[in-house]
C-alpha cells in the first residue's frame, strides 16, 4: 500500500498530518494528532477555583465556561454587569477568533510576511484584494484590545471568577471600548464584502468548496441563534430534523468519547447511538459543532447585519442546513458580523457598571458544570471535588474532540475528490489545510 | 546587507506564543524587512522536510514544552540549525502547564503507537515526563510569559535580530527592559546570551497595589471575599506568587485583582520559587503559637501546582535534586 504523509499541517491548534494510503481505487485519509495535550493531567489535584485559568489553554473561551460552572459548583449567580463583562468577552472572542480563521484563509493566497507593496505587485495572481489582510490584523487587533480590557488578557483571559468578575472597568475603558466597538463593525462589514465578492461568489475560488460537504449531524445550545448560553443542548440530524435534547447537565452522560490508537485527539459521540467508527456515510452517532451548527437550525438572527447576510447566503447557495466547507467560512462571516453587533450593544457602559460586580459564594458544592457556545462550537466542563475544593475528577468536551470525527471525515472527503483531478502533494496539502480551516 | 532568517516552532502548547509573534499586529507584514522566516509549520505549513535543506537559521523562536520524542528531535534538529535559540514563552522556557502532568504518575489513557494496529499512521512515542526547551538544548534567551506580552515579543525581535528598526519602536521596545538589554538594543547588538527578555526583580517591584506590610491569620482563597481594593493580594491572605515571580507584564494579573501565578519564571536572585514564597508567606502569618502555625499552614492546598504552576519541570530545586540522584 502506497502512503503519502502531509505533514505538518498549516492553522491546527494541535500539531497535526494526513497520512493518504492508496487502497485500491479509493485512497483513505487519517487525520492524525501527534502530541497528546493531557488537561486532565495538568487540572486534577489543583484547587477548583484555579481551573477557568489553567483551562483557558484550550482556548479562551473556556475560561468563561469554566467560570461558569464555578457558578454552578458554589450556587451563585453573577450580577448582571458580571454577565454583561462575560458576554462582551465572549462576542469579542467570536468576532477575533472568526477573522483570524479568514486572515488564515487569505495567506493561503498571500504570503503573510509580504509587505503590501510588494503584495500589490503580485495581486494578479492573488484573488485577495491587497490591503484587506492589513484591515483585518488591524480589527484582529483592536479586538484583542477590548479582549483585554474585559478579561485582562486576549489570549489566555483571567477575568471571569466564581459568582462574577473580578473588578470593574476604569474608566477610561468604557470610552476605549465604545471606540473599539465603533471601528469593527464596519471593519467586519468590509471584510464581508470583499471576501464574499473575492472568494464566496458562483465562480470565485471557494464556490468550488460548496462540494466538500459532510452531511452529519450537528449539535448546539437552544436557541443556537439567539444566545450563545443556554439551558438544553439540541441535535439535529443531517435532514435539520431534531435528534435529541437534553440538559447541559446531562451532557457528560449524553456525549462519550472514543479513542483510537493512530491520533492523540479523542473522538466525541452520541452515547445512545454508541461509537459507530468513520466512515463516509451519515454514521449515526457522530455530530459536529460549530458557526454552522448553530446556523443550522435555520432560524433569523437578531441583528441586522448578520441576518442581511444570512439572506445572502441563502440566496447565493440555498436554505439551510449547510455542511460544506464553503459554507462554514460563510458562516464565520456572518458570526463575525453578529459579534460586531453584539459588541456595540455590549460595550456601552450602562451595561457594564452596578452596584456589584461579584456574589461571594457563601458554600460549596462537589459538582459544577456548565456549557457555552464558544466561536468554535459548543464546550462543556464537569468538575467533582473533594471536601476541600480539590478537584477529583473532570470531564471536559472541546471543539477539536467535538468536531475530531467531522474533520477526519472532511479530510477523507477532500482525498478522494483528488482522485479525478491528480493534484500536486502541494496542492493536496493546500486542501486539507483550507477545508479544516473552518471547522 | 542580508537579511536574517527566522524559524518559529511549537511543540506541546496552545499556540497563544506562536499567535503572540502575531500580535504585533502592524508589524507583521513588516517583518521582512529585517528577516526572512524560512520555517513555521503552524503559519507557512513548512514541511521538516524542509528543515534539512535549510542550511542555517539566525534565530529559532521555540514554543512549546517537549513531551514526544518527535518534539524532542525537532528541538535538537533546529538547535543545531540555529545561531540563537530563543524559548518563546513559559511552555519552552520552564516547562509551563503541560508540565503540571509530571505530578501524576499515572497520565491517563493516552495512546501510543500500537504496532498491532495500521503501521501507516504510527504516533511519536510519548516520554514519560514532560521537560522545558532548556531542559533538552542549550538556549540562549527566554521570552517568558503564558503568553509573552505584545511588547516584550516586539522586543525580543528587536533584539535578537540585532537590527535597530525605527527608533520609536526600538524605545518603545527598550523601554521596557532592563538597562543591559536596553543598550545593546540601542547598539544594534545582540544582547548577552541567557538574558530574559522580562525585568530582573520580582513582579511586586512593578505590581501596582499597595503594600502596608500588615500580617494575616488566614488564608483566602480566590473564590471567597477579599478587598477590590488596590491592596496587595498577599496582605490580604490571598496565595500570590508575585514575591517569587520575575517581573515584565507590568503586573498584569494583580492589576485585574487575580493572583500571579508565576508565568515569567523565577527571578535571577530566587533560588527556587516555591521555597521563596513558603519563605514570604511564612514571613506574613499573624501566628506565634505552633498549634496557630499549624493551623495556617493546613489552610494551604496544593502547594506544588500553586508554586510551580509555570516551571515544575525546571525550576522546582527538589524535584531536580531528585532526578540528579
Given at each position: 500500500?502506497?502512503?503519502?504523509?502531509i505533514?505538518?499541517?498549516?492553522?491546527?491548534?494541535?500539531?497535526?498530518r494526513?497520512?493518504?494510503?492508496?487502497?485500491g481505487?479509493?485512497?483513505?485519509?487519517?487525520?492524525q494528532?501527534t502530541?497528546?495535550?493531557?488537561?486532565?493531567?495538568?487540572?486534577r489535584g489543583r484547587?477548583?477555583e484555579e481551573?477557568?485559568?489553567i483551562l483557558a489553554?484550550?482556548?479562551?473561551?473556556?475560561h468563561?465556561?469554566?467560570?461558569?460552572a464555578l457558578?454552578?459548583?458554589f450556587?451563585v449567580?453573577p450580577?448582571?454587569?458580571?454577565?454583561?463583562?462575560?458576554?462582551?468577552?465572549?462576542?469579542?472572542?467570536?468576532?477575533?477568533?472568526?477573522?483570524q480563521k479568514?486572515?488564515?484563509l487569505?495567506?493561503?493566497?498571500?504570503?503573510p510576511?509580504?509587505?503590501l507593496r510588494q503584495a500589490?505587485?503580485?495581486?494578479?495572481v492573488?484573488?485577495v484584494?491587497g490591503?484587506?489582510?492589513?484591515?483585518i490584523m488591524?480589527?484582529l487587533?483592536?479586538?484583542?484590545?477590548?479582549?483585554a480590557?474585559l478579561?485582562?488578557r486576549?489570549a489566555h483571559p483571567?477575568?471571569a471568577i466564581?459568582?462574577?468578575?473580578?473588578?470593574?472597568?476604569?474608566e477610561d475603558?468604557?470610552?476605549?471600548?465604545a471606540?473599539i466597538?465603533?471601528?469593527?463593525l464596519p471593519a467586519?462589514?468590509?471584510?464581508?464584502d470583499?471576501?464574499?465578492?473575492?472568494l464566496?461568489s458562483?465562480?470565485?475560488?471557494l464556490?468550488?468548496?460548496?462540494e466538500?460537504?459532510?452531511?452529519?449531524a450537528?449539535?448546539?445550545?437552544?436557541?443556537p441563534s439567539?444566545?450563545?448560553?443556554g439551558?438544553?443542548?439540541?441535535?439535529r440530524?443531517?435532514?435539520?430534523?431534531t435528534?435529541?435534547q437534553?440538559a447541559v447537565?446531562?451532557i457528560?452522560?449524553?456525549?462519550?468519547?472514543?479513542?483510537?490508537?493512530?491520533t492523540?485527539?479523542?473522538?466525541?459521540?452520541?452515547q445512545?447511538?454508541?461509537?459507530p467508527?468513520?466512515s463516509?456515510?451519515?454514521?449515526?452517532g457522530?455530530?459536529?459543532?460549530?458557526?454552522?451548527?448553530?446556523l443550522?437550525?435555520g432560524?433569523p438572527l437578531?441583528?441586522?447585519?448578520?441576518?442581511?447576510?444570512?439572506?445572502?447566503?441563502?440566496a447565493e447557495?440555498?436554505p439551510?442546513?449547510?455542511?460544506s466547507v464553503?459554507?462554514a467560512?460563510?458562516?464565520?462571516?456572518?458570526e463575525?458580523l453578529?459579534?460586531?453587533e453584539?459588541?456595540a450593544?455590549?460595550?456601552q457602559?450602562?451595561?457594564?457598571?452596578g452596584?456589584?460586580?461579584?456574589?461571594?459564594?457563601?458554600?460549596?458544592g462537589s459538582?459544577?458544570?456548565?456549557a457555552l457556545e464558544?466561536?468554535?462550537?459548543l464546550i462543556?466542563?464537569?468538575?467533582r471535588?473533594?471536601?476541600?475544593?480539590?478537584?477529583?475528577e473532570?470531564?471536559v468536551?472541546d471543539?477539536a474532540?467535538?468536531?475530531?470525527?467531522?474533520?477526519?471525515?472532511v479530510?477523507?472527503?477532500?482525498a478522494e475528490?483528488?482522485?479525478?483531478?491528480?493534484p500536486?502533494?502541494?496542492e493536496?496539502k493546500s486542501?486539507m489545510?483550507?477545508?479544516l480551516l473552518?471547522? | 546587507?542580508?537579511?536574517?532568517?527566522?524559524a518559529?516552532?511549537?511543540?506541546?502548547?496552545?499556540?497563544?506564543?506562536e499567535?503572540?509573534?502575531?500580535?504585533i499586529?502592524y508589524?507583521?507584514?513588516?517583518?521582512?524587512?529585517?528577516?526572512?522566516?524560512?520555517?513555521?509549520?503552524?503559519?507557512l505549513?513548512?514541511?521538516?522536510?524542509d528543515?534539512?535543506?535549510?542550511?542555517?537559521?539566525d534565530?529559532?523562536f521555540?514554543?512549546?514544552?517537549v513531551r514526544t520524542a518527535?518534539e524532542?528531535r525537532?528541538?535538537?534538529?533546529l538547535r543545531a540549525k540555529?545561531r540563537?535559540?530563543?524559548?518563546?514563552?513559559a511552555?519552552?522556557?520552564?516547562?509551563?502547564?503541560?508540565g503540571?502532568?509530571n505530578?501524576?504518575?499515572?497520565?491517563?489513557?493516552l495512546?501510543?503507537?500500537?504496532?498491532?494496529?495500521?503501521t501507516t499512521?504510527e504516533?511519536p512515542?510519548?516520554?514519560?515526563?514532560?521537560?522545558?526547551?532548556?531542559?533538552?538544548?542549550?538556549?540562549?534567551?527566554?521570552?517568558?510569559g503564558?503568553?509573552p506580552?505584545q511588547?516584550?515579543?516586539?522586543?525580543a525581535l528587536?533584539?535578537?535580530l540585532?537590527?535597530?528598526g525605527?527608533q520609536a519602536?526600538?524605545?518603545y521596545?527598550?523601554?521596557?527592559l532592563p538597562k543591559?538589554?536596553?543598550?545593546?538594543m540601542a547598539?544594534?547588538?545582540q544582547p548577552p546570551?541567557?538574558?530574559?527578555?522580562?525585568?530582573e526583580k520580582?513582579?511586586?517591584?512593578s505590581?501596582s497595589?499597595?503594600k502596608?506590610q500588615?500580617?494575616f491569620?488566614s488564608?483566602?482563597?480566590?473564590?471567597?471575599a477579599y478587598e477590590?481594593?488596590?491592596?496587595?493580594?498577599?496582605?490580604?491572605?490571598?496565595?500570590?506568587?508575585?514575591?517569587?515571580t520575575?517581573?515584565?507584564?507590568?503586573?498584569l494579573?494583580?492589576?485585574?485583582g487575580?493572583?500571579c501565578r508565576?508565568?515569567f519564571?523565577?527571578?535571577?536572585?530566587?533560588?527556587d520559587?516555591g521555597?521563596?514564597?513558603?519563605?514570604?508567606?511564612?514571613s506574613?502569618?499573624?501566628?506565634?503559637k505552633p498549634?496557630?502555625?499549624?493551623?495556617v499552614?493546613?489552610?494551604?492546598?496544593?502547594?506544588a501546582?500553586?508554586?510551580?504552576r509555570y516551571?515544575l519541570p525546571?525550576?522546582c530545586?527538589l524535584?531536580?535534586i531528585?532526578e540528579k540522584?
Amino acid at each position: 500500500m502506497q502512503t503519502v504523509t502531509i505533514d505538518p499541517l498549516r492553522w491546527q491548534a494541535a500539531p497535526s498530518r494526513v497520512i493518504l494510503a492508496a487502497n485500491g481505487s479509493k485512497p483513505a485519509a487519517r487525520l492524525q494528532v501527534t502530541a497528546p495535550r493531557d488537561v486532565a493531567g495538568m487540572a486534577r489535584g489543583r484547587p477548583v477555583e484555579e481551573l477557568p485559568r489553567i483551562l483557558a489553554i484550550l482556548g479562551a473561551a473556556h475560561h468563561l465556561v469554566g467560570a461558569q460552572a464555578l457558578d454552578q459548583l458554589f450556587g451563585v449567580e453573577p450580577p448582571p454587569p458580571a454577565v454583561n463583562m462575560r458576554r462582551a468577552l465572549l462576542e469579542t472572542l467570536f468576532f477575533s477568533e472568526h477573522l483570524q480563521k479568514i486572515y488564515f484563509l487569505l495567506t493561503a493566497w498571500e504570503h503573510p510576511f509580504r509587505e503590501l507593496r510588494q503584495a500589490g505587485r503580485g495581486a494578479a495572481v492573488s484573488p485577495v484584494p491587497g490591503a484587506l489582510p492589513d484591515e483585518i490584523m488591524h480589527a484582529l487587533a483592536l479586538a484583542q484590545e477590548g479582549a483585554a480590557i474585559l478579561g485582562g488578557r486576549s489570549a489566555h483571559p483571567l477575568t471571569a471568577i466564581a459568582g462574577g468578575v473580578s473588578r470593574y472597568l476604569k474608566e477610561d475603558a468604557y470610552l476605549r471600548l465604545a471606540d473599539i466597538a465603533e471601528q469593527c463593525l464596519p471593519a467586519a462589514r468590509r471584510a464581508a464584502d470583499a471576501l464574499r465578492t473575492a472568494l464566496l461568489s458562483a465562480g470565485r475560488p471557494l464556490a468550488a468548496w460548496r462540494e466538500i460537504a459532510v452531511p452529519l449531524a450537528h449539535a448546539a445550545l437552544a436557541p443556537p441563534s439567539g444566545d450563545v448560553t443556554g439551558g438544553a443542548v439540541v441535535v439535529r440530524n443531517a435532514g435539520g430534523e431534531t435528534r435529541a435534547q437534553f440538559a447541559v447537565e446531562e451532557i457528560g452522560s449524553k456525549i462519550s468519547v472514543h479513542r483510537e490508537p493512530w491520533t492523540h485527539q479523542p473522538f466525541a459521540y452520541l452515547q445512545a447511538d454508541g461509537w459507530p467508527g468513520l466512515s463516509s456515510g451519515q454514521p449515526q452517532g457522530l455530530f459536529f459543532v460549530g458557526p454552522l451548527a448553530r446556523l443550522n437550525d435555520g432560524q433569523p438572527l437578531r441583528t441586522p447585519a448578520a441576518e442581511e447576510e444570512r439572506q445572502r447566503m441563502v440566496a447565493e447557495i440555498g436554505p439551510f442546513p449547510h455542511y460544506s466547507v464553503a459554507a462554514a467560512f460563510w458562516a464565520l462571516l456572518i458570526e463575525a458580523l453578529q459579534a460586531a453587533e453584539r459588541m456595540a450593544d455590549l460595550y456601552q457602559k450602562q451595561n457594564l457598571i452596578g452596584p456589584s460586580i461579584r456574589s461571594v459564594p457563601a458554600q460549596m458544592g462537589s459538582l459544577g458544570t456548565a456549557a457555552l457556545e464558544s466561536p468554535e462550537g459548543l464546550i462543556f466542563h464537569e468538575y467533582r471535588v473533594d471536601r476541600d475544593g480539590i478537584v477529583t475528577e473532570l470531564k471536559v468536551l472541546d471543539t477539536a474532540t467535538a468536531n475530531n470525527a467531522l474533520r477526519c471525515l472532511v479530510a477523507q472527503r477532500i482525498a478522494e475528490s483528488g482522485i479525478v483531478r491528480h493534484p500536486t502533494r502541494q496542492e493536496t496539502k493546500s486542501r486539507m489545510e483550507i477545508g479544516l480551516l473552518p471547522f | 546587507m542580508p537579511k536574517k532568517t527566522i524559524a518559529v516552532h511549537t511543540a506541546t502548547g496552545c499556540r497563544s506564543c506562536e499567535l503572540a509573534l502575531l500580535d504585533i499586529h502592524y508589524q507583521v507584514q513588516r517583518l521582512n524587512r529585517v528577516a526572512d522566516i524560512v520555517y513555521w509549520p503552524y503559519l507557512l505549513g513548512s514541511p521538516h522536510d524542509d528543515l534539512a535543506r535549510i542550511e542555517a537559521i539566525d534565530v529559532c523562536f521555540f514554543a512549546g514544552a517537549v513531551r514526544t520524542a518527535d518534539e524532542r528531535r525537532m528541538a535538537e534538529q533546529l538547535r543545531a540549525k540555529s545561531r540563537v535559540m530563543v524559548a518563546l514563552g513559559a511552555c519552552a522556557g520552564f516547562g509551563g502547564m503541560p508540565g503540571l502532568a509530571n505530578l501524576v504518575k499515572e497520565t491517563g489513557p493516552l495512546p501510543s503507537a500500537d504496532p498491532s494496529a495500521d503501521t501507516t499512521a504510527e504516533l511519536p512515542a510519548v516520554e514519560p515526563q514532560v521537560s522545558g526547551l532548556t531542559q533538552v538544548v542549550t538556549v540562549d534567551y527566554v521570552v517568558p510569559g503564558c503568553p509573552p506580552t505584545q511588547s516584550l515579543v516586539w522586543s525580543a525581535l528587536q533584539g535578537v535580530l540585532g537590527e535597530g528598526g525605527a527608533q520609536a519602536h526600538l524605545a518603545y521596545a527598550a523601554g521596557r527592559l532592563p538597562k543591559k538589554i536596553a543598550q545593546a538594543m540601542a547598539s544594534g547588538v545582540q544582547p548577552p546570551r541567557g538574558t530574559v527578555f522580562a525585568g530582573e526583580k520580582a513582579v511586586c517591584a512593578s505590581c501596582s497595589r499597595v503594600k502596608e506590610q500588615k500580617r494575616f491569620e488566614s488564608v483566602k482563597r480566590p473564590y471567597q471575599a477579599y478587598e477590590s481594593t488596590g491592596r496587595c493580594l498577599l496582605e490580604q491572605g490571598l496565595v500570590c506568587s508575585g514575591i517569587a515571580t520575575r517581573e515584565g507584564c507590568g503586573g498584569l494579573c494583580t492589576g485585574v485583582g487575580i493572583p500571579c501565578r508565576g508565568c515569567f519564571g523565577k527571578p535571577e536572585a530566587v533560588y527556587d520559587p516555591g521555597a521563596k514564597m513558603v519563605a514570604a508567606i511564612s514571613s506574613t502569618f499573624d501566628a506565634e503559637k505552633p498549634q496557630k502555625i499549624d493551623a495556617v499552614v493546613d489552610q494551604f492546598l496544593d502547594l506544588a501546582g500553586t508554586f510551580y504552576r509555570y516551571t515544575l519541570p525546571t525550576q522546582c530545586a527538589l524535584l531536580n535534586i531528585q532526578e540528579k540522584g
